[in-house]
């Protein structure tokens, strides 16, 4: 059964209720996928260094967002990281008197008004799709704690600077 989360954010002054729907099992799995290869493809542009021999696996992926959160994304060029976002986004509804609108990048602007509002949606999507798989802590043996905390008030993301 996939998980139903109900959050209430603020855009501004005004509070706003989504629900966030879990992703299926295969559209987890190609996105998990998706986002890897893209993460391989581009390790450069992304800051990170991979060896697709030995370290390309869902196991690299969920440890390098367990690490980096969707900080991964940083550096690579928009057109290659939106239809991931998006799909974040979709898993989405705004509530208005228990009527759910999607979201979907064409109606989002029609709800929020701070891109803020946005990003916070993405990683609280981000958190219920993959919960236990992208927020575990990492496994590496260095006890770094995911950079994707959710609690029942705020999810908040921290993006490691990079030299």
Known sequence: MRRIKRIEL?????????????????????????????????????GIT????????MAWVGKMFREHGLG??????PEKVQPLLDELLSCCSRV???????????????YVSNFTTIVRLQMEALSVCFGGFFTQKSTDGNGKQS??????AETTLKIPRRA
């Open 72 to 77: 991964l994304f940083k550096g690579l060029a």
């Open 147 to 152: 950079p994707l905390k959710s609690s029942k």
């Open 50 to 57: 991979v060896d697709t021999k030995t370290d390309f696996s």
């Open 10 to 46: 603020m855009d501004g002054d005004a509070p706003l209720t989504f629900e966030i729907t879990q992703m299926s099992a295969t559209q987890q799995y190609n996105w998990v996928l998706r986002a890897g290869l893209l993460l391989a493809a581009s390790a450069g542009e992304a």
């Open 96 to 110: 208005v008197d228990n009527a759910k609108y999607p979201c979907t990048r064409e109606s989002i602007d029609g």
